[in-house]
T-cell receptor, first 113, second 111 residues
Framework: EAQVTQNPRYLITVTGKKLTVTCSQN?????MSWYRQDPGLGLRQIYY???????DKGDVPEGYKVSRKEKRNFPLILESPSPNQTSLYFC????????????FGQGTRLTVV | GIQVEQSPPDLILQEGANSTLRCNFS?????LQWFHQNPWGQLINLFY???GTKQNGRLSATTVATERYSLLYISSSQTTDTGVYFC?????????????FGGGTRLMVKP
């Protein structure tokens, strides 16, 4: 089954404790991205990657890191999480080009206390 | 950047009723998608529809790209249609090919 898989689905952590949210897709998509969703602010892009070893900032990259060492994986790294990073996170993938359909993972609900 | 506005923001329906959700965008697009976010938070793909009309069961969608709007029709609504419906676009010339989301329409279908 074609899918985008995120882990974990739920995470509660403490301020400053490094964490990684994994994202993997099995559709051989070149383009992958991370979004966060917050009440009243909607979905905003954090980082994106057009292919292996090619990443760039989205609208809200502060406090996040990403890497793209393999085509199928695009982990989101929070080196020192803070409470304002409490949010619902989504990973997405699609074929290269703006005119292709995007598919989203199940979401990761992160709480930083 | 491109602006995406959805209306209405909130909608309450009795089961079996029909509804039309609207998405207006401020510039030319080469990608438009409709999503349903269910009560568990998952984003479900409904339609990839940068232009034209598509139907899938009780749902259909129409995008008139030249007039910069898209419509999502829900017929014979069911309680499982409850959730938030998002329209998202990629503007022409957007170097990062970023999907820009509208604010959503929150739908509740009552039994």
């Amino acid at each position: 089954e074609a899918q985008v898989t995120q882990n974990p689905r739920y995470l509660i952590t403490v301020t400053g404790k490094k964490l990684t949210v994994t994202c993997s897709q099995n559709m051989n998509h070149e383009y992958m991205s991370w979004y966060r969703q917050d009440p009243g602010l909607g979905l905003r892009q954090i980082y994106y990657s057009m292919n292996v070893e090619v990443t760039d900032k989205g609208d809200v990259p502060e406090g996040y890191k990403v890497s793209r060492k393999e085509k199928r994986n695009f982990p989101l790294i929070l080196e020192s999480p803070s409470p304002n990073q409490t949010s619902l996170y989504f990973c997405a993938s699609r074929l290269q080009g703006g005119n292709t359909e995007a598919f989203f993972g199940q979401g990761t609900r992160l709480t930083v206390v | 950047g491109i602006q995406v506005e959805q209306s209405p923001p909130d909608l309450i329906l009795q089961e079996g009723a029909n509804s039309t959700l609207r998405c207006n965008f401020s510039d030319s697009v080469n990608n438009l998608q409709w999503f349903h976010q269910n009560p568990w938070g998952q984003l479900i793909n409904l339609f990839y529809i940068p232009s034209g009309t598509k139907q899938n069961g009780r749902l259909s969608a129409t995008t008139v790209a030249t007039e910069r709007y898209s419509l999502l029709y829900i017929s014979s609504s069911q309680t499982t249609d409850t959730g938030v419906y998002f329209c998202a676009v990629v503007g022409w010339g957007n170097a990062g090919n970023m999907l820009t989301f509208g604010g959503g329409t929150r739908l509740m279908v009552k039994p």
